[in-house]
């Protein structure tokens, strides 16, 4: 078709989408088309405008690395990452789950660890809990022999893969459930964090006035053959961010219960003073065991990153 007029652009492009012979590229495609098209009448945009989106974009995927990933920071913060969770959870968002966002730290190769076995793998600051986790199924049956990968920051906020600080994994394992669906563990207290803005994702967030903070929180990855593949982030609900998540993750089926204990002992006699203890059900659903590409996949070989606060603005 030669083009005569801005309509007739969009027609085009669209038949053209229609000769993609997979069907369901070809819807998405289509969609993507019709409001990508949309948005720029919609939004009046600018021919620099255009240019400095492309650049955001571009710049994305030269900031992703094999410690750090731009691109899932960016879906995050623009609530697609927690829209898409909500959409193919919970039978397809029709009921609460505990399923949550990926986020980008997690890395394969967690070190297998025994039930009731410590995730702490150098010296790392915080205070002890002791997490106990149920994993079910959808009508709250044990589910014996899941892998129950979790990762957290430390309480300083930071990953392992960004600090050389912290041994290679650490704060980092791989669990199986028991017979009752169980898995246990040792920790430290996770601190809410900021994530990097030194990127686009900073950009944006500060065109918007919004903080940088994420709410402190551990994940979980269950994973059995049978079932749909789970992410899970356990959330603080002491933690001052819950409502303003720059990552728009918190859910009411993850607010996790910190209990704490003081002079009573803990389940390790090497605990003295302050503990915690944390419990938690997962409920995973029958489908797809596949698990998606890691978003990194290796520890950072530069000094960790300063954390930078942004505040947000009244």
Same mark, same amino acid.
């Given at each position: =078709?030669?083009?005569?007029?801005?309509?007739?652009?969009?027609?085009?492009?669209?038949?053209?989408? !229609?000769?993609?012979?997979?069907?369901?590229? +070809?819807?998405?495609?289509?969609?993507?088309?019709?409001?990508?098209? @949309?948005?720029?009448?919609?939004?009046?945009?600018?021919?620099?405008?255009?240019?400095?989106?492309?650049?955001?974009?571009?710049?994305?995927?030269?900031?992703?690395?094999?410690?750090? $990933?731009?691109?899932?920071?960016?879906?995050?913060?623009?609530?697609?990452?927690?829209?898409?969770?909500?959409?193919?959870?919970?039978?397809?968002?029709?009921?609460?789950?505990?399923?949550?966002? =990926?986020?980008?730290? *997690?890395?394969?190769?967690?070190?297998?660890?025994?039930?009731?076995?410590?995730?702490? +793998?150098?010296?790392?600051?915080?205070?002890?809990?002791?997490?106990?986790? *149920?994993?079910?199924?959808?009508?709250?049956?044990?589910?014996? @022999?899941?892998?129950?990968?979790? *990762?957290?920051?430390?309480?300083?906020?930071?990953?392992?893969?960004?600090?050389?600080?912290?041994?290679? =994994? $650490?704060?980092?394992?791989?669990?199986?459930?028991?017979?009752?669906? +169980?898995?246990?563990?040792?920790?430290?207290?996770?601190?809410?964090?900021?994530?990097?803005? $030194?990127?686009?994702?900073?950009?944006?967030?500060?065109?918007?006035? +919004?903080?940088?903070?994420?709410?402190?929180?551990?994940?979980?990855?269950?994973?059995?053959?049978?079932?749909?593949?789970?992410?899970?982030?356990?959330?603080?609900? &002491?933690?001052?961010?819950?409502?303003? &998540?720059?990552?728009?993750?918190?859910?009411?089926?993850?607010?996790?219960?910190?209990?704490?204990?003081?002079? !009573?002992?803990?389940?390790?006699?090497?605990?003295?003073?302050? *503990?915690?203890?944390?419990?938690?059900?997962?409920?995973?659903?029958?489908? &797809?065991?596949?698990?998606?590409?890691?978003?990194?996949?290796?520890?950072? &070989?530069?000094?960790?990153?300063?954390?930078?606060?942004?505040?947000?603005?009244?």
């Amino acid at each position: =078709m030669i083009v005569q007029n801005q309509a007739d652009l969009t027609r085009a492009v669209l038949a053209e989408v !229609e000769r993609t012979p997979d069907p369901r590229l +070809r819807r998405i495609l289509a969609s993507a088309v019709r409001h990508l098209h @949309d948005f720029v009448r919609d939004t009046e945009l600018t021919e620099a405008e255009f240019r400095q989106i492309c650049g955001l974009i571009a710049k994305a995927g030269q900031l992703t690395t094999p410690s750090h $990933n731009e691109v899932v920071l960016a879906a995050g913060s623009l609530g697609v990452s927690a829209l898409v969770c909500l959409l193919n959870n919970g039978a397809g968002g029709a009921r609460e789950t505990t399923a949550n966002l =990926m986020g980008p730290f *997690w890395r394969e190769g967690s070190p297998a660890t025994p039930n009731g076995g410590s995730i702490v +793998r150098s010296p790392t600051p915080g205070e002890p809990v002791f997490v106990t986790a *149920w994993i079910v199924d959808e009508a709250g049956q044990p589910v014996v @022999d899941a892998e129950v990968d979790v *990762w957290q920051a430390s309480g300083e906020g930071y990953y392992e893969n960004q600090d050389p600080q912290q041994a290679d =994994m $650490n704060l980092r394992g791989k669990f199986a459930s028991d017979a009752q669906g +169980r898995v246990q563990f040792r920790t430290v207290k996770p601190s809410g964090y900021p994530i990097p803005v $030194n990127g686009p994702v900073g950009q944006l967030i500060r065109a918007q006035g +919004r903080h940088n903070l994420r709410p402190a929180h551990i994940h979980f990855l269950v994973h059995k053959a049978g079932y749909k593949t789970q992410f899970s982030q356990l959330y603080s609900s &002491d933690d001052p961010h819950l409502e303003t &998540d720059v990552q728009f993750g918190v859910t009411q089926a993850l607010l996790g219960q910190y209990v704490a204990h003081e002079g !009573e002992p803990a389940p390790d006699a090497d605990v003295q003073g302050r *503990w915690y203890s944390l419990e938690h059900r997962f409920v995973i659903a029958r489908g &797809d065991a596949a698990l998606p590409p890691p978003p990194i996949t290796a520890k950072t &070989d530069g000094p960790r990153p300063p954390l930078v606060v942004l505040e947000r603005s009244s």
